[in-house]
């Protein structure tokens, strides 16, 4: 068995890399090639949570599960509040293959899902991206949404402000201008990502203009929200699997409240396939719902163990 530590992730998988291996992934599952199995995920008590997304891809010929979960007292200690690990299988003998740093990868593989739904979905002209959200992932959704669109500038809004100068700086560095706004403003934005962990909506229907794309890709637990059901209900929603939007995603509440149906939710991957045209007017609200699946873990770990036996590196164990 291979071991890959998180130190040696970054020089191994490329954003690049993450968005190719995600895209594969959803247009596996949209072929029926590959599927997740049910999320065990765990309250632990002061907002920490723990669990288990695990899948089978037989094209890509892929089997394992990532555990981890979000610790919100790691800042504190120098610690990023995300953290977890992937362990890779063999899917004829279950023997196993790796085990693999998952923190990066899933920093890569979050902000790869919402870049690829808004190079699918959002209106080609967009041109003001609008971030909802300063944590730790923000910076790697900003520059992976501006890969896919020549975004002029960007517009943010987070709970602590104080939080907003770090995102602003990755912005400069993509020569891209910044501002921090209220909520109400983020209807000058044509795409809006949003990406924290509240309990609670921050934008409501109001602060969404007409031919919006949304990114939500912070809810993937129970009683997570970030966005008015209302909403999601006006929205046409997609997401990267129908059972997790409605269970643990951004659906959940919407549905719950009976505004919206399980069966209106189409997965992103059958845009990716041909399958469903996506966006169908410049006026329709677009909304992703990212609860992040297993399977997208198993990809990018997979680019990440073929590039280190490539080059020699990592630790092989006996198992």
Not at 197 to 217: D, F, I, N, Q, W
Not at 298 to 314: F, I, K
Request: hydrophobic residues 45%.
């Amino acid at each position: 068995m291979l071991i890959v530590p998180e130190a040696l992730i970054a020089s191994l998988v490329t954003p690049e890399d993450a968005f190719r291996a995600v895209e594969a992934c959803f247009a596996a599952m949209a072929r029926g090639d590959a599927y997740n199995f049910p999320v065990v995920r765990e309250a632990l008590g002061e907002g920490r949570q723990y669990g288990f997304k695990s899948g089978l891809d037989r094209a890509g010929g892929q089997l394992g599960v990532k555990a981890g979960g979000y610790f919100p007292g790691n800042a504190a200690k120098g610690l990023i509040n995300h953290q977890s690990s992937v362990f890779l299988f063999d899917p004829d003998t279950g023997r196993p293959l790796a085990m693999v740093g998952g923190n990066l990868l899933t920093a890569l593989r979050t902000a790869a899902a919402s870049s690829i739904a808004i190079d699918r979905l959002a209106r080609p002209e967009a041109h003001v991206l609008g971030i909802v959200g300063a944590g730790h992932q923000a910076g790697f959704q900003l520059r992976a949404a501006a890969r896919v669109r020549r975004f002029e500038r960007v517009i943010a809004w987070n709970l602590h402000p104080e939080m907003l100068p770090k995102l602003g700086a990755v912005a400069a560095e993509l020569g891209l201008p910044f501002e921090a706004v209220d909520l109400p403003r983020m209807r000058e934005a044509e795409v809006i990502v949003t990406i924290t962990s509240a309990p609670a909506a921050s934008l409501l229907a109001e602060h969404v203009a007409r031919g919006t794309h949304l990114s939500c890709m912070g809810t993937d637990t129970r009683g997570k929200q970030e966005v008015d059901p209302a909403l999601v209900a006006g929205a046409s929603v997609f997401t990267d699997e129908v059972a997790q939007s409605v269970t643990i995603g951004e659906a959940q509440h919407a549905v719950g409240a009976g505004l919206l149906e399980a069966s209106a939710i189409v997965p992103l991957g059958d845009v990716l396939i041909g399958k469903h045209p996506g966006r169908q007017s410049d006026a329709e609200i677009t909304l992703f719902d990212g609860t992040g699946v297993g399977l997208q873990d198993l990809a990018v770990a997979a680019v990440a163990v073929n590039r280190a036996r490539e080059r020699g590196l990592g630790i092989e164990v006996g198992v």
